[in-house]
């Protein structure tokens, strides 16, 4: 995954702007970081294994002098988290330095080459061949543009690179597979992973596609693609504008980004929803278009997206009579590509919009003559390039590693386009009408209870501190929500957390049940789900184990805990939004009580782009 960042400014010092892109960037990858400053001796290197804050303890990173730098935060792909192996790599005079994200498949013949020819590399990672690739280039005349275009020509794999050379200002980058943006600013440019790592310089950006490089100076940018043998070509691309600030990418007052964000929900639920005033026509205009022509919709996601998607083809069943499909995007080309036709559209749903996996599913649907309707969040991500039709949730910067605010966001769009595409097909009755008169209220429904759901997860969360496993229990709808409760939970706290349809526990999960397996328990509205539910809860209690029910105000059920967490009418397709808000703080509240970074899970890195 790896977060990178460069920037080449007329006046200045480069490095405090690096440190706060890199912090930006931590969702990308926290084992490692470094960063390379040009300055007047030369190219500085500092780097280590630990988190930017750590690299600025040992070396006062922000200190070093130079209007030139790069700088990286490291998810380990290849070669172990050691010092060595964090980047920026240099090359055999330590003239040049790279910072890479992605993989390098042939790394081992290029490396077995350049050994061959005398060259001595130091660490066991695929990205140390390409300064001495670079290296090669410089020593036989080329400017760095033209070496790093050699350089890549030989490359195979995925990459997004960024390089800096001993006595020039420039920063020559490339991509191919891994996401890379340039920052057009006032005095100086940039280059990162995302946008976000870029709002405190600026907020002009433009996309580089795969197959090219560009020269970053201090007062312009070009861009050319790199043909079979390095040549290149120039392209003109005009930058765009992210409407996110600065401080929409600050954590304020809170403890965690996590925190953060989710208080943030009433306000990028509300800004989802005018975004989806926008947007959604053209997207219900799409998913009619398929339909008319016998097309199906089949969603594509990962994680905490996949199951919004969930949702999405529970209301596109429910109040649309539409029956959609979805799949994991890991699974796709198996389960979902030996049947996808010509006229088939796949609707993929990604917060980054750079997840390799689903990447991959609409890469192969578009072979086979599918359209992709894309659901994202970061501007300018690869997904939203090349999908046919684009929704931007609009939910604003999200840096905690756990989905939380793109997740209600994802949801809320979900609903008022299948509310709407039901209104216009003349279906759902009066539902669907009454889903998108309630909508509305839902980010004022959040906000009324945030505070009170928060009070109330701490002191429900020793429950479930003090056991190794919480299971969720979820019926229709919300089905969904104890899936994502469920990993929230795991994912920041490492409890084990499982989620359940309600029915399925007799067929095997129950044996796991004890006084020492607390459960969490959606409950549905609708009074045939609700009175089967209580009857899972029961179930549960009679095994010992403690209960947390999350119900709208009148809902009623046997358990020692509840969360209120939804007015009661509102329409049971509208609860997944109110009823995920209270899983997500006690899974924070959690997270905090075992003294786990909840922004930062190990093992994790929020922008999955290798697969
Ligand atoms: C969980 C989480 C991940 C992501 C998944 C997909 O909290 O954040 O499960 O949902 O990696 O990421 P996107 O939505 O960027 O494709």
């Known amino acids: 995954m790896c977060g990178i960042v460069g920037i080449a400014l007329e006046m200045g010092e480069a490095a405090p702007i690096l440190v706060e892109g890199l912090k930006r960037l931590e969702y990308r990858g926290y084992d490692s970081a470094g960063v390379a400053i040009v300055g007047e001796r030369g190219v500085s290197v500092v780097k280590g294994v630990g988190t930017v804050d750590d690299l600025e303890r040992r070396f ?6 130079g209007g030139t730098g790069i700088g990286h935060t490291r998810w380990a792909t290849h070669g172990g988290v050691t010092d060595v192996n964090a980047h920026p790599h240099t090359d ?6 790279v910072v890479h994200n992605g993989v390098i498949d042939n790394f081992a ?3 077995r080459a350049l050994e061959g020819r005398g060259h001595v590399l130091r660490s066991d990672t695929d990205t140390e061949v390409i300064p001495h690739l670079v290296e090669e280039g410089l020593s036989s005349g080329l400017a760095p543009i033209q070496a790093l275009a050699r350089a890549v020509s030989m490359l195979e794999g995925s990459y997004a690179i960024a390089a800096v050379v001993s006595g020039r200002r420039e920063i020559v980058v490339a991509r191919r597979g891994s996401p890379l943006v340039l920052g057009i600013g006032e005095g100086g440019n940039m280059c990162a992973s995302d946008v976000a790592a870029m709002l405190h310089f600026t907020n002009r950006y433009i996309p580089l596609e795969d197959g090219e490089v560009a020269e970053i100076t201090p007062e312009r940018v070009r861009i050319w693609t790199v043909g079979p043998r390095g040549e290149m070509t120039p392209v003109e691309r005009e930058p765009r504008e992210v409407d996110w600030t600065a401080s929409m990418a600050d954590k304020g007052p809170y403890d965690h980004f996590m925190l953060k964000e989710i208080y943030e929900q009433p306000s990028a639920i509300e800004r989802t929803l005018s975004q989806a005033e926008v947007y959604s026509d053209r997207a219900v205009d799409l998913l009619l278009s398929t339909i008319d022509s016998g097309g199906r919709v089949v969603f594509a996601a990962a994680g905490t997206s996949y199951h919004a998607s969930l949702v999405g083809k529970y209301l596109l069943a429910r109040l649309a009579g539409i029956q959609a ?3 994991v995007a890991s699974e796709f080309e198996d389960w979902a590509i030996p049947h996808l036709r010509e006229g088939d559209l796949v609707f993929a749903i990604s917060q980054s919009g750079e997840t390799a996996d689903v990447l991959i599913a609409t890469r192969a649907a578009r072979k086979l003559g599918a359209r992709v309707l894309a659901m994202v969040n970061v501007p300018g991500s690869t997904l939203a390039r090349e999908a046919d039709e684009v929704l931007y949730m609009g939910a604003g910067p999200e840096v905690g590693v756990a989905a939380t605010k793109t997740y209600t966001s994802q949801v809320a769009m979900l609903t008022h386009l ?14 669907a009408g009454e889903i998108a008169d309630w909508l509305p209220e839902i980010p004022k429904i959040v906000e ?3 505070e009170e759901m928060d009070r109330l997860s701490k002191r429900y969360v020793g429950e479930v501190v003090s056991h ?4 969720f229990l979820g019926r229709g709808v919300n089905l969904a929500t104890s899936l994502e409760g469920a990993l929230k939970l795991k994912e920041i706290s490492y409890i084990h957390a499982e989620g359940f349809p309600g029915g399925e526990y007799k067929h095997g999960p129950l044996a796991l049940i004890s006084r020492d397996t607390p459960a969490v328990a959606i409950l549905p509205r609708e009074e045939r789900l609700r009175r089967l539910m209580v009857g899972n809860i029961m179930e549960v209690r009679a095994r010992g184990a ?3 029910v999350v119900k709208a105000d009148g809902g009623e059920a046997p358990a020692e805990m509840e969360f209120p967490a939804a007015p009661e009418g509102l329409p049971e397709e509208l609860t997944p939004i109110p009823f995920i808000v209270p899983l997500q703080l006690l899974a924070y509240r959690a997270a905090v009580a075992l003294g786990r970074d909840p922004d930062k899970p190990r093992n994790l890195a929020k922008s999955v782009t290798v697969i």
Request: with cysteine; proline share 0%; charged share 25%.
């Open 448 to 450: 009324a209870r945030l």
């Open 468 to 471: 190794h496993s919480v299971f």
């Open 109 to 111: 013949e290029l490396r």
């Open 92 to 97: 055999c005079s330590d003239r040049v330095a």
């Open 60 to 65: 006062g990173v922000s200190a070093l002098s």
């Open 325 to 327: 499909e979805s799949y």
């Open 418 to 431: 299948t509310a709407r595409l039901a209104l216009r097909l003349g279906r759902g009755g009066n539902r």
């Open 546 to 548: 403690k209960v947390i």
